[in-house]
């Protein structure tokens, strides 16, 4: 299975109030990307057998920041039922969450990589989770866009 | 001997599994189409398995008894390994944070029941068809016990 991600971003900062009114800044990043994929095939054949009921696909950017050593984000995700068409041609998709960091990790981050993964759901028995091959790494810049949005 | 042969079977795998709770019944459509209310869920909960977005996990808010099912989508770790970990229903238009306690915005390690690990559908409608109808319960209870009465040990 193989997949492609080309991206376009913007880094942004925003204010988010805590409840006790102090007001906290995090990095709010924007990632636009195409995915063309062939979920049909996997490493050990053909993916869709008669006891997947479906899959659970998502898409999740995953970096370091000073804040923390590991951050998972998932941006997308799609539910992909046998029977569906197992090809994904999407393009110029905007991340369906929220980017948010737990900080201010993610301005002049070179390396948040983004995966593709799924989540096998049989009907009956064993729950994998599987990752894509491939995967595609994203830098984003060093500065805070204020202007521009989705 | 039944009973008592039952519980050790219940202990037996909360030892192996780790989680104080191996198996539970699915009770809301929030992870449909996946999950419908009276699946029947296999959890793990080891200790060195780490957290990680896309997995199934089984939680309970502090103060509340009910676990939830629902799927990990953003976690941030430290290096000693404190994790806080945000949660969203499939079927669910939004994240969990309106069913976290008050003040709450992630959940940690210790709000984590288990790992959804393998599922069998339907099975755990019994459960709550038990819930639903007190009677239901009360007959089942009355014909295991007359059962035990009345069995005589060979």
């Known amino acids: ?150 | 001997m039944i009973v008592s042969s039952a519980l050790m079977i219940w202990k037996g795998l909360i030892v192996i599994t780790g989680s104080e709770s191996p198996i539970v019944v699915v009770l809301s459509g929030s992870m449909e189409p996946a999950f419908h209310r009276g699946d029947l869920l296999f959890l793990t909960n080891f200790h060195d398995d780490p957290i990680r977005a896309g997995e199934i996990v089984v939680f309970k808010v502090e103060g509340r008894d009910i676990p939830i099912v629902h799927r990990v989508i953003k976690i941030h770790e430290k290096e000693n390994g404190t994790i806080k970990f945000l949660t969203k229903g499939d079927n669910n238009e939004v994240d969990d944070r309106g069913l976290y306690k008050e003040g709450q915005n992630w959940l940690e390690k210790k709000d984590v029941v288990g790992r959804a690990r393998g599922f069998l559908p339907y099975v755990g409608m019994v459960t709550i068809i038990m819930n639903d109808y007190p009677k239901f319960k009360y007959a089942l209870l009355a014909v295991m016990g007359a059962y035990v009465l009345l069995k005589r040990e060979s």
């Open chain 1, 1 to 150: 299975m193989r997949y492609v991600v080309r991206i376009t971003y913007v880094t942004h900062e925003r204010e988010i109030m805590r409840k006790d009114n102090l007001v906290e800044r995090s990095d709010l990043g924007f990632i636009t990307f195409d995915i063309t994929a062939d979920i049909l095939n996997g490493k050990n054949g053909f993916i869709f057998d008669w006891n997947v009921k479906q899959l659970f696909l998502y898409l999740s950017a995953e970096y370091s920041t000073k804040n923390n050593a590991l951050n998972q984000v998932v941006l997308w995700d799609k539910i992909m039922l046998r029977g569906d068409n197992p090809r994904l041609f999407l393009k110029d998709m905007k991340s369906k969450y929220f980017f948010f960091d737990d900080g201010n990790g993610l301005k002049g981050n070179r390396n948040v990589t983004l995966t593709l993964s799924w989540n096998v759901v049989p009907n009956a028995g064993i729950l994998p989770l599987v990752t894509g091959s491939g995967h595609v790494s994203v830098p984003f810049p060093d500065t805070y866009e204020t202007t521009k949005s989705y």
